[in-house]
């Protein structure tokens, strides 16, 4: 079996998906790490700064390349083993086994990746497509004071504004708050499922560990889409500002 059949395999496949899946957990990790400095509650300086660094360094930018090739690659393959695992289902079972045989979010992972694809569209639509091609109004850091200064400053440096365009589309259009954390929502399930499915894809079959990875699947999850949640929650409870 050479690379190209393998990799069209159904067991090719699982572990293309289960290798993009850990990919883009680390990048939710620094995504999450990046969007906590909101809370230094500082006028968005530490998040604007944060925000620069990744999108004018030459490592993060590369990265960046590769997080689209392999959320490109995630979709694409959880499409076709959806497609093939509801091929395989067509004729049903005899006995509905409910949740005795699967639990209802890795039998929903189709719809929730559905839900988690149309989520990624518009955030970046609302972020990141500002913020890489322009729309976003220009805010001035004194790096001396680490300060929001009028422009013209002597030895301030200018930042696009995501951190205010963060706050203006949370806090005036509710909507959106809904829609991102529908999508969280969506993203948790996949996570409590995905994080060790993907670690039985590579192998990992001894109950022990299956049930570690379980428990460390959902911490993660809790905390990571918790934070993500807790985002828009405090651009409208205006506990930051």
């Given at each position: 079996m050479n690379w190209s059949q393998f990799f069209t395999s159904s067991v090719g496949k699982k572990l293309t998906m289960a290798l993009s899946g850990i990919f883009l957990v680390a990048f939710l990790v620094v995504h999450a790490s990046v969007n906590a400095t909101i809370w230094a509650n500082d006028g968005g300086v530490m998040f604007n700064k944060a925000a620069h660094f990744l999108g004018s360094t030459i490592?993060?930018?590369?990265?960046?390349?590769?997080?689209?090739?392999?959320?490109?690659?995630?979709?694409?393959?959880?499409?076709?083993?959806?497609?093939?695992?509801?091929?395989?289902?067509?004729?049903?079972?005899?006995?509905?086994?409910?949740?005795?045989?699967?639990?209802?979010?890795?039998?929903?992972?189709?719809?929730?990746?559905?839900?988690?694809l149309i989520f990624l569209v518009i955030?970046?639509?609302?972020?990141?497509?500002?913020?890489?091609?322009?729309?976003?109004?220009?805010?001035?850091?004194?790096?001396a004071t680490n300060e929001i200064v009028a422009a013209g400053t002597p030895g301030a440096k200018e930042y696009h504004n995501l951190y205010g365009e963060m706050h203006y589309k949370f806090t005036s259009f509710p909507w959106i708050s809904v829609i991102?954390?529908?999508?969280?929502?969506?993203?948790f399930w996949h996570l409590v499922h995905?994080?060790?499915?993907?670690?039985?894809?590579?192998?990992?079959?001894?109950?022990?560990?299956?049930?570690?990875?379980?428990?460390?699947?959902?911490?993660?999850?809790?905390?990571?889409?918790?934070?993500?949640?807790?985002?828009?929650?405090?651009?409208?409870?205006?506990w930051i500002s």
């Open positions: 490592v993060p930018r590369v990265l960046e390349i590769g997080l689209f090739a392999f959320f490109l690659l995630h979709i694409i393959q959880g499409i076709v083993l959806e497609i093939q695992n509801r091929s395989k289902r067509s004729q049903g079972y005899a006995v509905k086994m409910g949740n005795k045989g699967s639990k209802w979010y890795s039998r929903a992972m189709g719809i929730l990746g559905s839900i988690i955030h970046l639509i609302d972020f990141w497509i500002p913020s890489r091609f322009g729309g976003l109004e220009q805010v001035f850091i004194d790096p991102y954390i529908l999508g969280v929502i969506a993203l995905g994080f060790q499915s993907a670690f039985r894809t590579f192998g990992v079959t001894n109950h022990k560990y299956i049930h570690m990875l379980t428990a460390i699947g959902w911490i993660f999850a809790i905390i990571v889409c918790g934070a993500f949640i807790m985002m828009p929650i405090s651009f409208l409870a205006g």
